[in-house]
C-alpha cells in the first residue's frame, strides 16, 4: 500500500506554491454581472466515515452513488459533527502515532481515520479562458483531491491554503469534486500544538480564477528615514518610500502588459510595460508617499490597486495597506521609531461548538474584547490563523507575532532537529505562512514554530523566511541563536528568572532541568544575548482556571526596563467543547473524550488517555463571557493611569503611555470621590488640564476638593479616576482605564451589641459549632484550583504530595485539647483549643450575645508549612437572596490578583457570587473587606470585620462539598443551600507556571507567624 501520508518526502503533488490571497476582478466585464470571481463550495458535502484505511478507488469517480451517504457540513471539523472522537493532549500525541525514535513516522492503520467528501459544481461561463484553482482554507491533516474522477493532487501543511489549478479537469455543466481527508499523517509529528486533535475541512472552500496572464503575487513595503521625528503623532505624515513586488504568470512568452499601481488618497501612480516570459515574471515598481502610519492605536489602511492588461482586457487586484516599520535597534524593540511593549495574549481559533471554525461574528467579537481589555498584540498560537482574523487586525489595530504550524512538543527532542528529510516540510510550513500573509501591517514578527526543539533545520527555516520578508523581525523561542532568532524568547518565568531577565544576568539553573523533563523545555541564558536582543515572554501567566496571581509584577517590569518588550498571556480563550443535554449547554473537556486503549495503537494501558483541563487556560470563558482574571489584565494593560504619592494633598499626576496619541482629543477624566463606598462627589476634570499631555508624557493636576478636605468627616474617603473615550454614548461607554487612592482609610469600630437575657443557641457540634441558623467549622484549606494541584498535573502520584492537599490530609487529624464554656450575664463564649499537625497555636473564641450577635475570633500559627487559608465556613441550610458588601470588586480577587478589583460598594444576587471555571474549584473570593450582608426570605445577616489584618470573604450557593466533587459546571447542585466562607488570610492563586502554585514571595502567607481572623456577625430572623 501507497502510503502518502507517512512519507516525510511527500507532501505535496500538483499543489499551487503559496501566494497573497487576493483575487482578481475585471474592470469592464462583458458578459457577468458583479464579476464575482469565486464560487462558494461552503455547504453540505456527502461524507463517508472511515475507521482504517479501506479507501475504495470508485469513492472518487464521478458516477458513484453516494446517495446513502450523510451529509456533513462544511467547513467544519467532522469530530463536532458526530464522527469520531476529538482527543486532548497537550504535550503528547494521540495512541494512533508511533513516538518511538526509530519508527518515526509510523501510523496505525487500524486507528487512522478517513474522511471521504464529495459534491457537485457547476460550470460557470466566466472560467472560459481563465485558469481556474480549487481552494482549500485549511484541511487536517492530509488531503487528495479528485475532479471529475480524476486524481489532481496531494497536500499536508494543515494551517495554510491547499490550492490546486483545475482547469484542464473541468468540463461544462456538472462538475463532481472529492476530497479525501487523512485524520493523521507524518504532518502530525509537527503539528502537535497545545489544543484538541481534530481533522475535517475546516476553512472555507471556493474555487477562483486568475486570467491567463495575471499578478499571481505581490509584496508591498515601505522604508523610511533612518531616524525618526521625536515628536511623532497619529496625524503625521512620514516620507517614504513605497515599494512593491510584483509576481507575474503568464501562459505566453514575451507577453507584453501595462501595469498600473494606483493609491488614489496619496496621489500615488506608478505605470510600466513589463514584457513577460512563459511561466514567472518578477517585476518592481516603487516610488515617493507622504502617508499617514499605521499603528495599533492609529490602523490607517490606504487602498491600494493593481491594473494591468490581458489584450483589450483589463484586470485589477486591491489591497489594503498600513504603512509602518517595525524594527529592533540594539536590544529594543520599535514600531515607527517608539518603543514598543508587547502586551499580548496567545490565541487560538476556536469556538466551543464549531472548533476551528468561526464566524465573522465570533472574531469580530474577539477583536473588541482585545481591544476592551487593552490588549495590543496576538500571539496566533501556534499556526496560521484565519485570513479574515489578520484583515480585521489590521482595520481595528492589533499587532501579530504569526506563527508557523510547526509544533512537535511530544517529539521535539527526536525532530526537526538538524535531520534533513524534515528540512522540506518545515521550510515549506513557514513560506506559505509568509506568503500569504507579508502585506498584513498587523503582522508584525515571525515565528518559527512552538515548542519543536532545536537544530539546524530552523536556521534553514530563517534563512527562507529572511529571503521572503527582511522587513520583519523572526522569533523562535526553542533556540537563542542569531541565525534563527532575533529575540531572547522565554517561557513562564518566575519571580526569580523574572528578576534575572529584568537584570541581564546569565540564567543557568538546576530547576530548568526538572521541568525540562515534565514539559517545559528552557535554555540557559548568558550575559551576552542580552546585548542585541530584546526580552519576549512568548508565553507568561499561565491562566488555568483559578490564577493569573502575579500579573502586575510583569506589566511593571514591561515599563521599568527596555529591554524587555513585553509578553502574551498563555492564553485568550478556553478550548472548552460546548454540548447541548437537557435543554443546557454543558462544557466539556478533556476528560470527557479521554481514549479507549487500543493494542493497535503505540501507547501503554497506564499512560494518559487526555491532558484534563489544560484545556482551560484563557482570561475568557469559551463563550467569551469574561474570567475575572480577563479584568486584572485590561487594568494591567492600560496605557493610560493617574498616580499620586500623597493623595491627601490633591496632587495627582496623569500618565499618557500611549505611543503616538494625546489624552485630548480622545479621551475625558472623570474623578468620583465616594465615602465608605458610596459616590459623594463627581466630576470631569477641565480640558484645559489635560492639554499637552502627549505620548510617554504626563502632567499634574490638583484637585482642590480633596486638598480643602471638602468631604465628610467620617468614613473612608477614596477616589476614582476613569478615562473613557469621548467617542462614545456617555450612558453606554466603559471606563478604558482606572485608578484608585485611599485619602482617609476605614477606621475599624465594633457595632455595639447591646444586651440581652434571651437564651443562648451557641453551642459545640463535633468540632465546630451551631450558631443559629448555620453551623461553624474551622476552615484551614480551601477546594484545590487547578494550580493548586501543581506537580500532580505532570505526576498523579505526586498530588498528595502538594501544599493544598497536605493541609486536607492534616485537617483529618484535628482535635479539641481544650474547651472552656462560659455563661455570662448577657452572653456566652465557647474558648476553644486544637491539635493540629501543622499548627503551633490554633484556637478560637466564640461568643454568643444571645441577641442574634455573635463575635468570632479565630488565632492560627503554623510550625512549617505555608498557609493555604485561615478562617471560618458557614453552612446554612436556606439560601440568601442578594449579596452587599464594602470591599474589593466587583468581580472575584485574592491577595495576588486584586489590581482591578476596586474598593467599594457591591451589591449581587448570590447565584452571582459564584465565578463558575471549566473544572469548577475555589472560587468568588473578595479581599479587604470592611462589613457584608447577606438577604433571605428566612433571614438577614450582617458581618463586620474587627481585625486590622482585614478580612475576605466569599458566598456560594452550594455546598463546600459539592464544589469538591463536581467535574463540571453541570454537577453542581445550586440553590439549595447557603456557604459562606471568612477569612484572615488567604493564599493567592498563582499563576507564574502552568497548573502550578509559583507564589511571589510577597504573596505567600508564611508559617510561623501569626493569623487573625475576627469579625462580628448579627443574624436576624424574618419568621
Known amino acids: 500500500m501507497n502510503k502518502k501520508w507517512e512519507d516525510i518526502?511527500?507532501?505535496?503533488?500538483?499543489?499551487?506554491?503559496g501566494h497573497v490571497l487576493s483575487f482578481p476582478k475585471e474592470v469592464h466585464p462583458a458578459d457577468f454581472g458583479e464579476n464575482e470571481n469565486q464560487t462558494s463550495l461552503n455547504g453540505k458535502w456527502k461524507f463517508l466515515y472511515i475507521q482504517g484505511c479501506n479507501v475504495k478507488k470508485e469513492y472518487a469517480c464521478d458516477t458513484y452513488d453516494d446517495s446513502a451517504w450523510d451529509d456533513i457540513v462544511v467547513p467544519r471539523v467532522w469530530q463536532l459533527q458526530g464522527y469520531g472522537s476529538p482527543y486532548y493532549f497537550a504535550s503528547s500525541y494521540p495512541q494512533a502515532i508511533d513516538t518511538q525514535k526509530g519508527n518515526i513516522p509510523h501510523i496505525s492503520e487500524k486507528l487512522q481515520e478517513i474522511g471521504v467528501y464529495r459534491r457537485s459544481f457547476s460550470y460557470e461561463e466566466a472560467w472560459k479562458d481563465k485558469n481556474v484553482y480549487?481552494?482549500?482554507?485549511?484541511?487536517?491533516?492530509?488531503?487528495?483531491?479528485?475532479?471529475?474522477?480524476?486524481?489532481?493532487?496531494?497536500?499536508?501543511?494543515?494551517?495554510?491554503?491547499?490550492?490546486?489549478?483545475?482547469?484542464?479537469?473541468?468540463?461544462?455543466?456538472?462538475?463532481?469534486?472529492?476530497?479525501?481527508?487523512?485524520?493523521?499523517?507524518?504532518?502530525?509529528?509537527?503539528?502537535?500544538?497545545?489544543?484538541?486533535?481534530?481533522?475535517?475541512?475546516?476553512r472555507d472552500v471556493f474555487l477562483y480564477w486568475e486570467p491567463k496572464v495575471t499578478v499571481r503575487d505581490y509584496f508591498m513595503h515601505a522604508s523610511f528615514p533612518t531616524k525618526w521625528q521625536k515628536d511623532l503623532m497619529w496625524d503625521t505624515k512620514v516620507p517614504c518610500d513605497f515599494q512593491i513586488e510584483l509576481y507575474f504568470e503568464s501562459v505566453w512568452d514575451n507577453q507584453v502588459t501595462e501595469v498600473e499601481v494606483e493609491i488614489s488618497e496619496l496621489e500615488f501612480l506608478q505605470k510600466a510595460s513589463v514584457t513577460l516570459k512563459k511561466g514567472k515574471t518578477f517585476f518592481k515598481m516603487k516610488g515617493e508617499v507622504a502617508p499617514l502610519l499605521w499603528s495599533h492605536e492609529s490602523p490607517k489602511l490606504y487602498d491600494v490597486q493593481i491594473r494591468w492588461n490581458v489584450g483589450e482586457k483589463i484586470y485589477f487586484k486591491e489591497e489594503k495597506f498600513g504603512f509602518r516599520e517595525i524594527k529592533i535597534k540594539d536590544n529594543i524593540l520599535y514600531l515607527n521609531g517608539k518603543r514598543l511593549i508587547l502586551k499580548g495574549v496567545n490565541r487560538h481559533d476556536f469556538d466551543p461548538k464549531t472548533g476551528w471554525t468561526l464566524s465573522e461574528e465570533r472574531y469580530m467579537e474577539d477583536i473588541r474584547i482585545l481591544k476592551e481589555l487593552n490588549i495590543n498584540a496576538v500571539r496566533t498560537s501556534h499556526y496560521p490563523n484565519n485570513p479574515l482574523f489578520y484583515r480585521l487586525c489590521d482595520q481595528y489595530g492589533i499587532l501579530v507575532m504569526d506563527e508557523t504550524d510547526l509544533e512537535s512538543h511530544g517529539v521535539r527532542r527526536i525532530l526537526p532537529m538538524s535531520k534533513k528529510e524534515w528540512e522540506v516540510p518545515c521550510v515549506d510550513r513557514i513560506e506559505r505562512m509568509i506568503l500569504r500573509d507579508r502585506n498584513h501591517p498587523c503582522v508584525i514578527i515571525w515565528s518559527l514554530g512552538n515548542e519543536a526543539g532545536m537544530g539546524d533545520v530552523f536556521k534553514k527555516m530563517r534563512a527562507r523566511g529572511g529571503a521572503l520578508d527582511g522587513t520583519r523581525p523572526f522569533h523562535y523561542e526553542g533556540m537563542h541563536d542569531k541565525e534563527c532568532t532575533d529575540f531572547l524568547s522565554r517561557m513562564y518565568p518566575t519571580e526569580e528568572t523574572l528578576d534575572q531577565l529584568c537584570h541581564k544576568e546569565?540564567?543557568?539553573?538546576?530547576?530548568?532541568?526538572?521541568?525540562?523533563?515534565?514539559?517545559?523545555?528552557?535554555?540557559?541564558?548568558?550575559?551576552?544575548?542580552?546585548?542585541?536582543?530584546?526580552?519576549?515572554?512568548?508565553?507568561?501567566?499561565?491562566?488555568?482556571?483559578?490564577?493569573?496571581?502575579?500579573?502586575?509584577?510583569?506589566?511593571?517590569?514591561?515599563?521599568?526596563?527596555?529591554?524587555?518588550?513585553?509578553?502574551?498571556?498563555?492564553?485568550?480563550?478556553?478550548?472548552?467543547?460546548?454540548?447541548?443535554?437537557?435543554?443546557?449547554?454543558?462544557?466539556?473537556?478533556?476528560?470527557?473524550?479521554?481514549?479507549?486503549?487500543?493494542?493497535?495503537?503505540?501507547?501503554?494501558?497506564?499512560?494518559?488517555k487526555s491532558d484534563g483541563a489544560f484545556c482551560g487556560n484563557g482570561i475568557l470563558f469559551a463563550d467569551r463571557s469574561f474570567h475575572p482574571d480577563a479584568y486584572e489584565v485590561k487594568k494591567c494593560y492600560q496605557w493610560l493611569d493617574v498616580r499620586s504619592t500623597h493623595p491627601k494633598s490633591g496632587c495627582f499626576h496623569i500618565y499618557n503611555h500611549q505611543m503616538f496619541c494625546s489624552v485630548l482629543p480622545f479621551y475625558d477624566l472623570i474623578w468620583e470621590l465616594c465615602c465608605n463606598g458610596v459616590p459623594v462627589l463627581k466630576k470631569k476634570i477641565e480640558e484645559e488640564k489635560l492639554q499637552g499631555i502627549l505620548p510617554g508624557k504626563q502632567?499634574?493636576?490638583?484637585?482642590?476638593?480633596?486638598?480643602?478636605?471638602?468631604?465628610?468627616?467620617?468614613?473612608?474617603?477614596?477616589?476614582?479616576?476613569?478615562?473613557?473615550?469621548?467617542?462614545?454614548?456617555?450612558?453606554?461607554?466603559?471606563?478604558?482605564?482606572?485608578?484608585?487612592?485611599?485619602?482617609?482609610?476605614?477606621?475599624?469600630?465594633?457595632?455595639?451589641?447591646?444586651?440581652?437575657?434571651?437564651?443562648?443557641?451557641?453551642?459545640?457540634?463535633?468540632l465546630g459549632f451551631q450558631m443559629a441558623n448555620g453551623v461553624m467549622n474551622l476552615e484551614l484549606s480551601r477546594v484545590a484550583t487547578d494550580n493548586n494541584i501543581d506537580l500532580g498535573h505532570f505526576v498523579p502520584q505526586l498530588e498528595n504530595t502538594v501544599l493544598v492537599r497536605q493541609w486536607d490530609a492534616a485537617n483529618k487529624r484535628l482535635c479539641i485539647l481544650n474547651q472552656i464554656t462560659k455563661n455570662e450575664v448577657g452572653k456566652r463564649?465557647?474558648?476553644?483549643?486544637?491539635?493540629?499537625?501543622?499548627?503551633?497555636?490554633?484556637?478560637?473564641?466564640?461568643?454568643?450575645?444571645?441577641?442574634?450577635?455573635?463575635?468570632?475570633?479565630?488565632?492560627?500559627?503554623?510550625?512549617?508549612?505555608?498557609?493555604?487559608?485561615?478562617?471560618?465556613?458557614?453552612?446554612?441550610?436556606?439560601?440568601?437572596?442578594?449579596?452587599?458588601?464594602?470591599?474589593?470588586?466587583?468581580?472575584?480577587?485574592?491577595?495576588?490578583?486584586?489590581?482591578?478589583?476596586?474598593?467599594?460598594?457591591?451589591?449581587?444576587?448570590?447565584?452571582?457570587?459564584?465565578?463558575?471555571?471549566?473544572?469548577?474549584?475555589?472560587?468568588?473570593?473578595?479581599?479587604?473587606?470592611?462589613?457584608?450582608?447577606?438577604?433571605?426570605?428566612?433571614?438577614?445577616?450582617?458581618?463586620?470585620?474587627?481585625?486590622?489584618?482585614?478580612?475576605?470573604?466569599?458566598?456560594?450557593?452550594?455546598?463546600?462539598?459539592?464544589?469538591?466533587?463536581?467535574?463540571?459546571?453541570?454537577?453542581?447542585?445550586?440553590?439549595?443551600?447557603?456557604?459562606?466562607?471568612?477569612?484572615?488570610?488567604?493564599?493567592?492563586?498563582?499563576?507564574?507556571?502552568?497548573?502550578?502554585?509559583?507564589?511571589?514571595?510577597?504573596?505567600?502567607?508564611?508559617?510561623?507567624?501569626?493569623?487573625?481572623?475576627?469579625?462580628?456577625?448579627?443574624?436576624?430572623?424574618?419568621?
Not at 557 to 569: L, N, Q, S, V
Not at 919 to 939: A, M, T, W, Y
Not at 1002 to 1022: A, C, D, G, P, Q
Request: charged share 30%; aromatic share 14%.
Open 829 to 1023: 463564649s465557647i474558648q476553644t483549643v486544637y491539635g493540629h499537625p501543622f499548627c503551633n497555636k490554633l484556637e478560637t473564641e466564640i461568643t454568643d450575645y444571645k441577641n442574634g450577635y455573635y463575635e468570632v475570633l479565630v488565632k492560627v500559627k503554623t510550625k512549617r508549612k505555608d498557609v493555604v487559608a485561615t478562617g471560618v465556613s458557614f453552612s446554612f441550610q436556606e439560601t440568601f437572596e442578594r449579596c452587599r458588601w464594602y470591599g474589593r470588586g466587583p468581580h472575584e480577587n485574592y491577595i495576588d490578583r486584586k489590581e482591578s478589583a476596586l474598593l467599594g460598594l457591591y451589591e449581587k444576587g448570590l447565584s452571582d457570587m459564584s465565578h463558575m471555571y471549566l473544572r469548577p474549584q475555589e472560587n468568588g473570593n473578595h479581599c479587604d473587606v470592611r462589613f457584608l450582608s447577606l438577604e433571605g426570605k428566612q433571614h438577614d445577616i450582617f458581618v463586620w470585620n474587627l481585625s486590622e489584618d482585614g478580612m475576605e470573604f466569599s458566598a456560594w450557593d452550594y455546598s463546600k462539598k459539592n464544589l469538591e466533587n463536581a467535574k463540571h459546571i453541570y454537577e453542581l447542585q445550586r440553590g439549595e443551600e447557603t456557604t459562606l466562607n471568612i477569612y484572615g488570610k488567604m493564599s493567592g492563586v498563582g499563576g507564574d507556571l502552568p497548573g502550578m502554585e509559583s507564589f511571589y514571595d510577597k504573596y505567600r502567607i508564611k508559617s510561623n507567624e501569626l493569623y487573625v481572623t475576627h469579625f462580628l456577625m448579627k443574624v436576624i430572623s424574618k419568621e
Open 9 to 17: 518526502t511527500f507532501i505535496k503533488e500538483n499543489k499551487e506554491d
Open 134 to 202: 480549487l481552494h482549500f482554507g485549511a484541511v487536517k491533516s492530509a488531503l487528495e483531491v479528485y475532479v471529475n474522477g480524476k486524481y489532481v493532487g496531494y497536500s499536508q501543511g494543515s494551517m495554510t491554503p491547499h490550492e490546486f489549478q483545475v482547469s484542464d479537469y473541468l468540463k461544462p455543466g456538472e462538475n463532481q469534486v472529492t476530497a479525501i481527508v487523512y485524520r493523521y499523517s507524518d504532518g502530525t509529528y509537527l503539528e502537535d500544538q497545545d489544543m484538541w486533535f481534530f481533522s475535517g475541512i475546516y
Open 699 to 766: 502632567k499634574t493636576i490638583i484637585l482642590e476638593e480633596i486638598r480643602r478636605q471638602e468631604f465628610p468627616k467620617d468614613g473612608e474617603i477614596i477616589v476614582n479616576f476613569y478615562f473613557f473615550p469621548k467617542d462614545e454614548n456617555e450612558l453606554e461607554r466603559s471606563a478604558v482605564a482606572v485608578s484608585q487612592f485611599v485619602i482617609r482609610p476605614f477606621h475599624l469600630v465594633k457595632p455595639d451589641v447591646g444586651k440581652s437575657d434571651r437564651e443562648a443557641t451557641l453551642v459545640h457540634k463535633d
Open 506 to 608: 546569565a540564567i543557568v539553573g538546576l530547576m530548568d532541568g526538572v521541568m525540562n523533563s515534565l514539559a517545559a523545555d528552557n535554555k540557559d541564558i548568558t550575559c551576552d544575548l542580552y546585548e542585541e536582543m530584546p526580552v519576549v515572554l512568548c508565553e507568561y501567566a499561565h491562566a488555568m482556571g483559578n490564577s493569573l496571581g502575579n500579573f502586575s509584577e510583569y506589566t511593571k517590569a514591561f515599563e521599568k526596563y527596555p529591554h524587555m518588550c513585553g509578553g502574551f498571556i498563555w492564553d485568550f480563550v478556553d478550548q472548552a467543547i460546548c454540548v447541548k443535554k437537557d435543554g443546557e449547554n454543558r462544557y466539556l473537556y478533556g476528560i470527557d473524550f479521554e481514549e479507549t486503549y487500543s493494542e493497535d495503537g503505540f501507547k501503554k494501558k497506564k499512560d494518559k
